[in-house]
T-cell receptor
Framework: AQKVTQAQTEISVVEKEDVTLDCVYETRDTTYYLFWYKQPPSGELVFLIRRNSFDEQNEISGRYSWNFQKSTSSFNFTITASQVVDSAVYFCALSGSGNTGKLIFGQGTTLQVKP | GAGVSQTPSNKVTEKGKYVELRCDPISGHTALYWYRQSLGQGPEFLIYFQGTGAADDSGLPNDRFFAVRPEGSVSTLKIQRTERGDSAVYLC???????????????FGPGTRLTVL
């Protein structure tokens, strides 16, 4: 069975702090894909990143960075110098190789960035 | 270009009624997905279309739920004899192609908030 766990339900930080959102996944597939989506208060899910299981290189995009570690089945997301506009619910998701691309989402982490 | 659109944005109905929710995917996207998101939860997969056919409907909770995509573009999710537990936001997503591995990102619509009284 496939599963995504985001143990942090809510995180509150003050603007300019760094924050890391944790994601742990379970799958028996050898080929799989991991995603992060942002859901701002408006409700629409916004794609942030996709990573395949063969690429363990960490990625940085502006203030965002992702750390993928197959050894611990984790795909953590760090926001550097957080801003109020980063306040949203963040979802980690998994897509396996033998299926149809359907996403298995975690419960989400609500990030509140206070000014 | 236009993103995924969903109508209506809000739907309030009474228990036992029939509802239809519509999704217009991004033009040219052959893969279409329906998800359901309950309050405080992550989206849960319902059904996936590749073209006109439902390639995976394993997420549909019961036979009151049905979806179609007759021309390979617009899709309609149909719920019969609605129950209060069906209240949720129904999300539609599309992607260019869903080959084994799901290696394309899905673009989500704004959702339809369904409330069953």
């Amino acid at each position: 069975a496939q599963k995504v766990t985001q143990a942090q339900t809510e995180i509150s930080v003050v603007e300019k702090e760094d924050v890391t959102l944790d994601c742990v996944y379970e799958t028996r597939d050898t080929t799989y894909y991991l995603f992060w989506y942002k859901q701002p208060p408006s409700g629409e899910l916004v794609f942030l990143i996709r990573r395949n299981s063969f690429d363990e290189q960490n990625e940085i995009s502006g203030r965002y960075s992702w750390n993928f570690q197959k050894s611990t089945s984790s795909f953590n997301f760090t926001i550097t110098a957080s801003q109020v506009v980063d306040s949203a619910v963040y979802f980690c998701a998994l897509s396996g190789s033998g299926n149809t691309g359907k996403l298995i989402f975690g419960q989400g982490t609500t990030l509140q960035v206070k000014p | 270009g236009a993103g995924v659109s969903q109508t209506p944005s809000n739907k309030v109905t009474e228990k036992g009624k029939y509802v239809e929710l519509r999704c217009d995917p991004i033009s040219g996207h052959t893969a279409l997905y329906w998800y359901r998101q309950s309050l405080g939860q992550g989206p849960e997969f319902l059904i996936y279309f590749q073209g006109t056919g439902a390639a995976d409907d394993s997420g549909l909770p019961n036979d009151r739920f049905f979806a179609v995509r007759p021309e390979g573009s617009v899709s309609t999710l149909k719920i019969q004899r609605t129950e209060r537990g069906d209240s949720a936001v129904y999300l539609c997503a599309s992607s260019l192609v869903a080959q084994g591995g799901g290696n394309n990102e899905q673009f989500f619509g704004p959702g339809t908030r369904l409330t069953v009284l």
